[in-house]
């Protein structure tokens, strides 16, 4: 199996499985000097940790991280960073009843045509609990960012049919509420919507949003690997994230140039846009101001309601799925996407340090 990398000078590898001694994460490319501690990390992790609310798996873990290499006294050495988290409270039995039956809306079916055998406990590398790894190496590429005054956030912009505007985000209140909605009445409302749905043992999706402020502009290569298509693979490499957009994304269709354009202006100094609809990115380089996106998160497949299926043998069949699932994935996976895109963005500022001769002189002859 292949492709559990990403990134081409800051390289995450994620490795692991649901039900397995562990998961964790290498992360190669990070530059020594960085001020790292297991806190640092842990503070990531604590927030996609189950069994924080009743809108999340019941799953008894700590999720409790372990520097096992590339730190020494507190620093990065410039040396692979390996990090571990034991898994703690596996309960394999949940899944005996699937051994043999494929489960809607998982990846049981293609996971089984591509190898001829599946880890059925909890989905194996299918899982979402392989976003730890993804968890732990974003903690430290938000460190990375923070010393080069760059910041990421994400949030909660919408659950089912309850969604936030814009000019209503009180973004002081995301951690006031379970469900990371920068907006405590609008979190009342969709926790309702979510009880309705677990009373009737069913499940939905949501959207996230993303932004990253203090970005210098020309991120991201012009080509095939521009801002917008590396952070679309990042993203959508994120089980359940069905849809991404940057800026105004899908409503971009709907609009006309002279509304969808940014007009530039000079102030102080510097040049800048009047309006972001593109989101912070220009023929696929950052413009140096805000980048804004979207993801469409689908609603969680794990649902205890009776479903049609077919089992190994091509038989037809039906499935009642057992086990602790959370009925909206979208809060523990906020800071997933928070995670996928600080590493995104880690990963093209040190590709952009070789991108001029002036770059280069600064590093090798200023010293």
């Known amino acids: 199996m292949s492709g559990s990398s990403f990134g081409k000078l800051f390289r995450i590898t994620t490795w692991g499985e649901s039900h397995g001694p562990g998961i964790g994460v290498v992360i190669d490319g990070c530059p020594a000097g960085l001020a790292l501690s297991a806190d640092n990390i842990q503070a990531f992790l604590d927030r996609r940790r189950p069994g924080q609310s009743k809108y999340a798996t019941k799953r008894n873990e700590s999720d409790t991280v372990e520097i096992l290499s590339g730190v020494f006294e507190g620093r990065t050495t410039g040396t692979p960073v390996s990090l571990l988290i034991r898994n703690q409270d596996q309960r394999s039995r949940d899944y005996g009843n699937i051994a043999s039956v494929f489960r809607p809306g998982h990846a049981d079916y293609p996971f089984t045509e591509k190898f001829g ?30 010393e080069l005054g760059i910041t990421v956030m994400a949030y909660t912009k919408a659950i089912g049919p309850i969604h936030i505007a814009a000019e209503d985000y009180k973004y002081n209140e995301i951690r006031e509420n379970p469900l990371y909605m920068p907006d405590n009445a609008a979190a009342e409302q969709a926790g309702a919507y979510i009880a309705a749905l677990m009373a009737e043992k069913d499940s939905c999706g949501g959207i996230i949003e993303c932004i990253a402020d203090g970005l210098p502009a020309g991120l991201g ?66 413009d140096g101001s805000r980048l804004v996106l979207r993801v469409a998160v689908k609603p969680t497949p794990s649902i205890a309601q009776t ?8 038989e037809n069949t039906e499935i009642n799925i057992h086990g602790r699932h959370d009925p909206v994935i979208v809060p523990r996976a906020v800071v997933v996407i928070e995670s996928m895109t ?10 952009n340090m070789a991108s001029t001769m002036d770059h280069l002189k600064k590093v090798y002859q200023d010293r």
Request: charged share 20%; proline share 2%.
């Open 117 to 146: 055998f599946r880890d059925y406990r909890g989905g194996g590398r299918s899982s979402g609990r392989e976003t730890i790894g993804r968890v732990a190496a974003g903690a430290v590429a938000s460190l990375l960012l923070k």
């Open 221 to 286: 290569e012009p080509v095939f690997d521009k801002l917008d298509a590396l952070l679309g693979q990042a993203i959508l490499s994120v089980g359940a994230v069905k849809g991404v957009e940057i800026g105004d994304g899908f409503a971009a269709a709907g609009s006309t140039g002279s509304r969808n354009n940014d007009p530039f202006c000079a102030a102080e100094g510097r040049i800048l846009k009047n309006s972001n609809h593109s989101g912070g990115t220009l023929g696929g380089l950052s």
């Open 307 to 314: 479903q049609n299926t077919v089992n190994e043998n091509g």
């Open 342 to 351: 600080a590493v995104t963005l880690a990963d093209l500022l040190l590709q």
